[in-house]
């Protein structure tokens, strides 16, 4: 069995900003708070214990720069890993929420049930499933090992349809053939709070 941590990379906007949708067409860096959640990200698996294997992250600025601190601080290097690059949202890249489910009520409201909406994002579903696969049967030889990535929240959307806000993270355990969601959207310093407390 194969433990894996996946991580949604920390914020984009600033203080004050309306965030809209952004997928693999727009490559926003981490803010100072992005930053620090990463930090706090890092920090909160030392403190638990967990020291990984190896550390992904899709190709986007903010997936990269969050791995990149956490890869400091385990002094390891970070594989850049395409199949954990965001979605391409297409026709709503850059709109806000209520932009998207006022002109696309229909197409919204079954995207927040989870399906997937081929006339208006930019690639597919398959080719997204199949380079998910075929990523995670090259995680699972990684056997009795932790493994971290850094993703974004429309495709963590694939392994459960329920939102990973950012800075946050889920631990999965990888079996030959299948996987088993043990946490999802945890705040590690919710978690780095509980062991002030306690010690």
């Known amino acids: 069995?194969?433990?894996?941590?996946?991580?949604?990379h920390g914020n984009t906007f600033e203080p004050g900003q309306i965030p809209v949708q952004v997928g693999a067409r727009t490559d926003l860096p981490l803010t100072d708070h992005g930053r620090?959640?990463?930090?706090?990200?890092?920090?909160?698996?030392?403190?638990?214990?967990?020291?990984?294997?190896?550390i992904y992250a899709g190709n986007l600025k903010r997936q990269i720069e969050s791995a990149q601190i956490l890869a400091k601080s385990f002094d390891l290097d970070v594989m850049h890993e395409?199949?954990?690059?965001?979605?391409?949202?297409?026709?709503?890249e850059g709109l806000r929420a209520d932009e998207i489910a006022n002109r696309w009520p229909k197409e919204f409201s079954e995207w927040m049930a989870g399906k997937w909406q081929p006339h208006i994002f930019g690639g597919t579903l398959?080719?997204?499933?199949?380079?998910?696969?075929?990523?995670?049967?090259?995680?699972?030889?990684l056997r009795d090992k932790t493994v971290?990535?850094?993703s974004s929240n429309g495709l963590l959307r694939f392994f459960k349809n329920e939102k990973v806000k950012t800075g946050h993270?889920?631990?999965?355990e990888l079996f030959e053939g299948g996987l088993k969601i043990q946490k999802w959207n945890i705040d590690p310093l919710y978690g780095q709070a509980l062991k002030s407390q306690m010690a």
């Open 1 to 8: 069995m194969t433990k894996l941590i996946l991580m949604r």
């Open 36 to 54: 620090g959640q990463a930090e706090a990200m890092a920090k909160y698996f030392h403190l638990e214990g967990k020291s990984p294997a190896a």
């Open 82 to 92: 395409p199949a954990l690059t965001e979605i391409d949202y297409g026709l709503w």
């Open 126 to 141: 398959e080719s997204h499933l199949s380079a998910i696969e075929n990523w995670l049967n090259r995680v699972r030889k």
């Open 148 to 150: 971290f990535a850094v």
């Open 169 to 172: 993270f889920c631990e999965i």
